[in-house]
């Protein structure tokens, strides 16, 4: 399974859950977020994720900082000015069809047959919009999209208490630009 990871913090209760529940075996964290920003903040989460990478003993694929191209593909795709790119707005939207576009592209190309993304168990997000536009990814792609069976808020507290046990980075914000606080 590939799993898309936005930060360690997410990623924890659901590899937990795929590890012990699901008792999937074979799990890749892929790491693909051109949307972090400045380039320290993406330093920091990715080193996060090559930390618990380790600590459970998972493949590891960073799929490389491109923010720019990233940027390019929000301005064209949003009818609005940068500066009306509210949190949970089109732009997220936008930014998760990007970021979940180029994970199905790389888990095709990979030979993997399912995928998910730990945006898919975010209280903050639009899960619904995340799994109904992963699911049409997965039939255009011919793969597998797995729904996890998670309950947000238990899924963080898990991550709460897996960050704090682990002394892991947790973010303040989303991650993009237009998310800073």
């Known amino acids: 399974m590939l799993l898309h990871t936005c930060c360690a913090t ?30 320290e903040e993406y330093d920091k989460r990715l080193k996060d994720v090559e930390k618990i990478a380790k600590i459970y003993k998972l493949k590891f694929v960073n799929g490389g900082y491109k923010h ?6 929000i ?17 997220c939207l936008s930014c998760f069809r990007f970021r979940l576009e180029k994970t199905v592209e790389f888990a095709k190309k990979n030979n993997f ?14 899960i619904n919009f995340i ?9 255009k792609y011919q793969l597998i999209y797995k729904i996890l069976d998670l309950d947000i808020n238990k899924a963080h507290e898990v ?13 303040k914000y989303c991650g993009c630009e237009f998310s800073m606080v």
Do not use: M
């Open 131 to 139: 799994n109904e536009y992963a699911e049409k990814l997965s039939k």
């Open 75 to 91: 301005k064209k795709s949003l009818p609005q000015l940068p500066e009306e790119y509210l949190e949970n707005s089109d732009r």
């Open 68 to 73: 720019n191209e990233w940027l390019e593909y």
């Open 113 to 126: 047959n399912e995928f998910n993304t730990t945006l898919s168990v975010n209280r903050f997000k639009n």
């Open 159 to 171: 991550d709460l208490q897996l960050t704090k046990k682990h002394g892991l980075y947790r973010q």
């Open 10 to 39: 997410c990623a924890l209760p659901i590899i937990e859950y795929l590890l012990k529940e699901e008792k999937v075996k074979d799990i890749t964290l892929y790491f693909y977020n051109p949307n972090i920003y400045p380039k």
